[in-house]
C-alpha cells in the first residue's frame, strides 16, 4: 500500500444479501489509509494547508479507525501524531495488531492517560487549535465527529445523488452505521433520498443528542432504526460474526467488524418495510478486523 492523499469517487456495486437486490457504495475503495467515512470527515484537513502547525492531536480507543487514519493523515501532511488512549492492555502492548499496530508503523506517538476523557472535554467544540510553547497543534476530537466533516460527507451524499439521476432511480433509501452518527448525519443534510442508520456506540438517545450538536434543523436528521435485541458496542457476538461471514462470503467483499453487523442485522429485520431500492454504504475500516478476529479466536467464539 502506498501512502497517497488522493480521494477517489468510490463506486457502486450491486450485490445481493438474503434474497435481496442492494446498491453497495464502496467508500472502502476511497484510500487505503484513509478508507471510508474517515477520509469523508478529514478530507477538509486534507485540503487545508496546516505548514504552520506541528502537531495533530486526537483520543479515543486503541483500534479505533479514526486513531489509524489519523496517523497516515499526520503523515502525508508532515506532522507529529499525538495519540491520547487509556492505559493499554499488556497483550495489545507487546503483541501491537490491527489499526493499532499500523497506526504505530505510520509513526504515532500515543500517550496512555487514565482520564482522557475529562481532560479532553473541558475544551469547547470551537477550540481546535493550541499554542503550546509556541507549537501549534490541531485537536481532532475522538471519532472525528468535527463539523469539518461536513466537507466531505456532502461530497459522497452528491457522488450518491449523481449516480442515482444517471441511473434513473427515483425511489432510494441509504443505510450507513453510526457511531458519533456525524457521517449519517451530514449525509443526510446533502443527499435527495432518505437516509437510515444505526446506532453503534449508546442507543438513539445519544445518537439524537449527536445530531444536536451538529445541526438544529432536525428535518436534517436520519430515521434512526434500533435492533431487536440490545448490543453493547465493541462486545463480541456469535451472531455478529456470523452475519459479517454471510454477507462477505456471498459477494466475496470484505465488510467491517466493529459497526458492519449491527446495522446489517438492523438491515435484515426492516428491509421488508422499504420499497425501492436500497443502498448499502461500506465505510471501510477492514483495517480493524485483524484485531476483531484475533479477539473472536482467543474467546474461542469461532
Ligand atoms: C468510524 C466509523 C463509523 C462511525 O462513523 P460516525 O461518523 O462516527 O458515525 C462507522 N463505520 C466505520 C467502518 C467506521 O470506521
Redesign the pocket.
Known amino acids: 500500500m502506498k501512502l497517497n492523499d488522493k480521494l477517489s469517487v468510490s463506486p457502486v456495486q450491486k450485490i445481493t444479501f438474503r434474497n435481496r437486490n442492494y446498491f453497495l457504495k464502496r467508500d472502502d475503495l476511497i484510500n487505503p489509509y484513509f478508507n471510508?467515512?474517515?477520509a469523508r470527515?478529514f478530507d477538509y484537513f486534507l485540503n487545508t494547508d496546516l505548514s504552520n502547525y506541528t502537531k495533530v492531536i486526537s483520543y479515543g480507543g486503541n483500534q479505533?479507525?479514526?486513531m489509524f487514519s489519523l496517523a497516515a493523515f499526520a503523515k502525508i501532511k508532515k506532522l507529529q501524531f499525538d495519540y491520547y488512549l487509556k492505559p493499554l492492555p499488556l497483550f495489545l502492548k507487546k503483541n501491537p495488531a490491527g489499526n493499532f499496530k499500523y497506526a504505530l508503523e505510520l509513526g504515532m506517538n500515543y500517550i496512555e492517560l487514565p482520564d482522557y476523557e475529562t481532560f479532553f472535554q473541558k475544551m469547547s467544540s470551537e477550540d481546535k487549535t493550541f499554542d503550546i510553547l509556541g507549537e501549534k497543534s490541531l485537536l481532532i476530537r475522538q471519532?472525528?465527529?468535527e463539523k469539518e466533516?461536513e466537507y466531505g460527507v456532502k461530497k459522497m451524499a452528491e457522488e450518491i445523488n449523481v449516480w442515482a439521476e444517471k441511473g434513473n432511480i427515483k425511489k432510494l433509501s441509504v443505510f450507513?452505521?453510526?457511531?458519533?452518527?456525524?457521517?449519517?448525519?451530514y449525509l443526510q443534510k446533502h443527499l435527495n433520498f432518505k437516509v437510515y442508520?444505526t446506532p453503534?456506540?449508546g442507543d438513539k438517545n445519544y445518537l439524537l443528542k449527536?445530531f444536536a450538536l451538529l445541526e438544529k434543523d432536525k428535518t436534517n436528521y436520519p430515521v434512526i432504526l434500533e435492533t431487536k435485541k440490545k448490543y453493547t458496542f465493541g462486545k463480541l457476538y456469535r451472531e455478529f460474526y456470523d452475519i459479517w461471514k454471510e454477507i462477505s462470503k456471498e459477494n466475496n467483499i470484505e465488510f467491517?467488524l466493529?459497526?458492519?453487523p449491527k446495522t446489517l442485522i438492523a438491515l435484515a429485520e426492516y428491509n421488508k418495510n422499504i420499497k425501492g431500492e436500497i443502498m448499502y454504504i461500506h465505510?471501510?475500516?477492514v483495517v480493524?478486523n485483524e484485531s476483531m478476529l484475533m479477539r473472536y479466536k482467543y474467546k474461542k467464539m469461532i
Do not use: F, R, W
Not at 176 to 185: E, P
Open positions: 471510508g467515512n474517515k470527515k479505533s479507525n479514526a471519532g472525528g465527529a466533516a450507513i452505521q453510526s457511531g458519533t452518527g456525524t457521517t449519517a448525519l442508520t453503534n456506540i449527536q467491517e466493529l459497526y458492519d465505510s471501510g475500516g480493524g
